[in-house]
């Protein structure tokens, strides 16, 4: 079993920036793809980034590319989601999220992750 752990949440004003981040326990956290995906008020919840196992490959999602970067500490058994030239439509609550068998293909898919953590609210402010 694995338990991640999100920190790092606030309230920021538009243009601002934030860093995530999401510890989790245990001794396999190198063998997971690990996801950001965040769920405003009302709405689904949306695929942020994934990270692969190694850190070698990322993905975004249109919304975010080029504002948002996504890295990984094996050592440290941590990910990270830096959140820059944030905008009020980024306000949602975030979730980490991690599995060990999440084809490329599907890795924008929650349904595919296996663990989540409880989330942690991000706040833009105009």
Same mark, same amino acid.
């Given at each position: 079993?694995?338990?991640? !752990? ?6 920021? %004003? ?24 965040? %769920? ?7 695929? !942020? #980034? ?8 990322? /993905? ?12 990984? $500490?094996? #050592?440290?058994?941590? !990910?990270?989601?830096?959140? $820059?030239?944030?905008? +009020?439509? $980024? ?9 060990? #068998?999440? +084809? ?5 898919? +929650?349904?595919?992750? $296996? /663990?989540?953590?409880?989330?942690? %609210? !991000?706040?833009?402010?105009?």
């Amino acid at each position: 079993q694995v338990q991640l !752990v999100e920190s790092g949440g606030g309230l920021v %004003q538009d243009g601002g920036s934030l860093r995530l981040s999401c510890a989790a326990s245990g001794r396999t956290f190198s063998t997971y793809r690990m996801g950001w995906f965040r %769920q405003a008020p009302g709405k689904e919840r949306d695929f !942020v #980034a994934s990270i692969s196992r190694t850190g070698a490959h990322t /993905y975004y999602a249109d919304s975010v590319a080029g504002r948002f970067t996504i890295s990984r $500490d094996n #050592a440290k058994n941590t !990910v990270y989601l830096q959140m $820059d030239s944030l905008k +009020p439509e $980024d306000t949602a609550v975030y979730y980490c999220a991690g599995g060990n #068998a999440v +084809p490329e293909l599907y890795n924008g898919v +929650p349904a595919r992750y $296996d /663990y989540w953590g409880q989330g942690t %609210q !991000v706040t833009v402010s105009s």
